[in-house]
């Protein structure tokens, strides 16, 4: 059977990160060719593959790594909190030199990945849409909202579709009680990209990537056209957290607002 690839080069970056690794060798079937991207090492190109080390806040570096790129998948920046100077090069400059080179290469589809911290202040107790207000609870959710705007401001000003998917905790099990709500797994992220990067018009979309867990705090109901339906949930791993504790703790705002504990590890100056 001839296999479709209907892109020519997709660009992944963050292929050194946890993310990355796990999606190096999936997505391959989506493209002729993936160019790999990090600061850090990713080994020796394997078939299909080119890589190319590159730090996202070096304007020169990014422009000549979207050279022949007509999709990106941007993993890459710092992916917790931590201190503002490092989260501006790599989530604000990185994400800015982003979106100028793929406008001036032409990219048409650019996934983007965002976090559920960019609306971490929300209670547990809310349900979150893709209507609602951003409310992050960190440095590194605000950085995640400016992705998310500045992503908008190159839809509307050229037309470069991007969805920002607003990652849950997407790990191989879950490592904590919150994380049973949050989870997202790689398989059902896998097919969320394909999902993403296929779906015939996205525009701009803000969608929640988190699997069919018990008691999800966000409603993907603006996301439908993706067509994405998750197939996994945290249910398999109800034996690591038996429901005995108080959720949420009335005084505990790691378990009072959806971001845990990410609300009490910032802001950091140098
Ligand atoms: P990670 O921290 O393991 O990987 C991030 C990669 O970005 C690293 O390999 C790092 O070297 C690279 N990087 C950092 N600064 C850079 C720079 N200035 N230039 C080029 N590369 C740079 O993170 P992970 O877990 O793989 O997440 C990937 C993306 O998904 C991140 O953007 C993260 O914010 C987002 N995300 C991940 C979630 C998860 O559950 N794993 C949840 C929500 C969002
Ligand atoms: C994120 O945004 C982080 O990148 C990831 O490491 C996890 O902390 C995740 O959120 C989470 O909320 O579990």
């Avoid at 400059?93 to 960019?118: M, T």
């Avoid at 920002?164 to 949050?182: H, V, Y």
Wanted: charged letters at 25%.
């Amino acid at each position: 059977m001839t296999q479709i690839t209907p892109f020519k080069r997709i660009l992944m970056t963050g292929a050194a990160g946890g993310l990355g690794k796990v999606l190096r060798d999936r997505i391959k079937p989506w493209a002729t060719i993936v160019r790999l991207s990090d600061l850090a090492d990713m080994g020796e190109a394997r078939d299909g593959e080119e890589v190319v080390r590159c730090d996202l806040s070096d304007k020169a570096a990014v422009l000549a790594l979207m050279e022949g790129v007509d999709a990106v998948l941007h993993f890459g920046g710092i992916s917790t909190e931590a201190h503002f100077d490092d989260i501006m090069q790599a989530n604000i400059l990185g994400v800015a030199n982003l979106y100028e080179a793929i406008h001036k290469a032409g990219v048409k589809r650019v996934v983007f990945a965002s976090s559920n911290h960019a609306v971490g202040y929300y209670k547990t107790t809310d349900m979150v849409d893709a209507s609602m207000p951003t409310r992050p609870d960190s440095m590194y959710g605000v950085s995640k909202c400016f992705g998310e705007s500045l992503s908008r401001y190159y839809y509307d000003r050229f037309g470069i579709e991007t969805v920002c998917l607003r990652i849950g905790s997407s790990f191989p099990a879950p490592i904590n009680k919150r994380m049973m709500t949050t989870y997202f797994s790689y398989d059902d992220l896998v097919e969320c990209l394909r999902c993403c990067l296929f779906a015939p018009r996205v525009g701009h979309t803000i969608a929640f990537g988190v699997s069919d867990n018990d008691g999800k705090w966000w409603d993907n109901r603006f996301a439908a056209h993706l067509g994405f339906k998750a197939k996994d949930s945290s249910t398999k791993f109800n034996d690591l957290f038996p429901d005995t504790s108080e959720f949420p703790a009335a005084d505990d705002i790691t378990t009072i607002y959806q971001g845990g504990k990410f609300l009490l590890d910032g802001p950091k100056y140098r």
